[in-house]
């Protein structure tokens, strides 16, 4: 039986962004493939048409501030995420027409299987604890941001 997919198993280092700065979902989707492109090493140009191409299909805006983008990326190895807290709310045509402001960028090989769907739950999972979002929202620091979330992966796996 296979453990759980927690958030810190998706969390690499440099993984999680407070006060992302973005005026809306393009510039915030090109933040993001930058900040994704440079951790992975792979070309920004491709993570942003990969964003895109899924935000075509239909939003990835869920609700109550909280977007979760993803994408399947030829020749990613692991499934990996990354977080932004923004400094202030977008508009993200979001499915309640919410502003966004607490984004997981979720990045899958491109032969991710089932693997990629299980990230996804987790992440939506985890985001979808009203308390979880309350502290993020209130959080300003990187650090401590990333400590939440690899503790709310603890607590969801228990």
Known sequence: MNRPVMLSDLLGPDAVMAGVEAADKKQLLESLAHHAAAALKIEEHLL???LWER?????????HGI???HGRVPGLMNVC????????????????N???DLVFLLLAPQEAGADHLHALAAVSRALRDPALCETL????????LTKL???ASTTEAA
Request: aromatic share 6%; hydrophobic share 40%; no cysteine.
């Open 137 to 144: 929202r209130k959080t300003k620091d990187s650090g401590a």
């Open 98 to 100: 919410m502003p966004v």
């Open 55 to 63: 935000e075509k299909l239909g939003t990835t805006g869920v609700g």
């Open 48 to 50: 942003t048409d990969i």
């Open 149 to 151: 979330l690899h503790n």
């Open 67 to 69: 977007a979760i983008p």
């Open 81 to 96: 995420g990354f977080f932004a807290k923004l400094a202030k709310p977008i508009s993200f045509d979001a499915v309640d």
